[in-house]
């Protein structure tokens, strides 16, 4: 079955410094959707960035990433964290369309930005 | 644009109590989920529904019961709570079409004495 590993549990940066968070997938479907949810503490999760188009870079609110098949990355990144990007982010795959209705999410990246 | 109302925000049981857990959403989408938050074990899927009247178990199932009457609600039961159980219940529903964006509501958290 498919599969989403995301290998930082946590993940403490200084502000200013660059974030990259890692996503790896595996599935059989060459038309997968990857997302990144992003969950802010007393809040409800929400999309962040998602993109099922090989080598195309994706970007909102600051972050990006792109797609990379070759690899099963969709690694998410920054140029320069802020405080408020200390949140819990979430990668997830979705395969083909008709066939599956349950996302899989990967466990998780806690990101914590201090000054 | 649509919202996702979970209640309660908080409930504290006690160990053995059935406790019942409801999510209503005004998207008019389809599917509709309960998810599990622990911390380091990411969001683990408890049930999910492709549409009124229908349930499917997610890896997570065991232990729990779920409900969808309405398009619009969906309500996850825990059959009997653990004691010291402290979790986070994440409802969440997406349209059809294929692969589209889950949204969330802002959870429940349970807490069981």
């Known amino acids: 079955g498919d599969s989403v590993t995301q290998k930082e549990g946590l993940v403490t940066l200084t502000e200013g410094l660059p974030v990259m968070l890692n996503c790896t997938y595996q599935t059989i479907y060459s038309n997968a959707f990857l997302f990144w949810y992003v969950h802010y503490l007393n809040e409800s999760p929400r999309l962040l960035l998602k993109s099922s188009t090989d080598n195309k870079r994706t970007e909102h609110q600051g972050f990006h990433a792109t797609l990379h098949k070759s690899s099963s990355s969709f690694h998410l990144q920054k140029s320069s964290a802020q405080l408020s990007d200390s949140a819990l982010y979430y990668c997830a795959l979705s395969d083909t369309p008709g066939g599956n209705y349950k996302p899989t999410f990967g466990k998780g990246t806690s990101l914590v930005v201090h000054p | 644009g649509g919202i996702i109302t979970q209640t309660p925000k908080f409930l504290i049981g006690q160990e053995g109590q059935k406790l019942t857990l409801k999510c209503q959403q005004n998207f008019n989408h389809d599917t509709m989920y309960w998810y599990r938050q622990d911390s380091g074990k990411g969001l683990r899927l408890i049930y999910y529904?492709?549409?009124?009247?229908?349930?499917q178990k997610g890896d997570l199932s065991e232990g729990y019961d779920a409900s969808r009457e309405k398009k619009s609600s969906f309500s996850l039961t825990v059959t009997s709570a653990q004691k010291n159980e402290m979790a986070v219940f994440l409802c969440?529903?997406?349209?059809?079409?294929?692969?589209?964006?889950?949204?969330f509501g802002s959870g429940t958290r349970l807490t069981v004495l």
């Open positions: 969440a529903s997406r349209g059809t079409g294929g692969p589209e964006t889950l949204y």
């Open positions: 529904s492709i549409t009124e009247n229908d349930l």
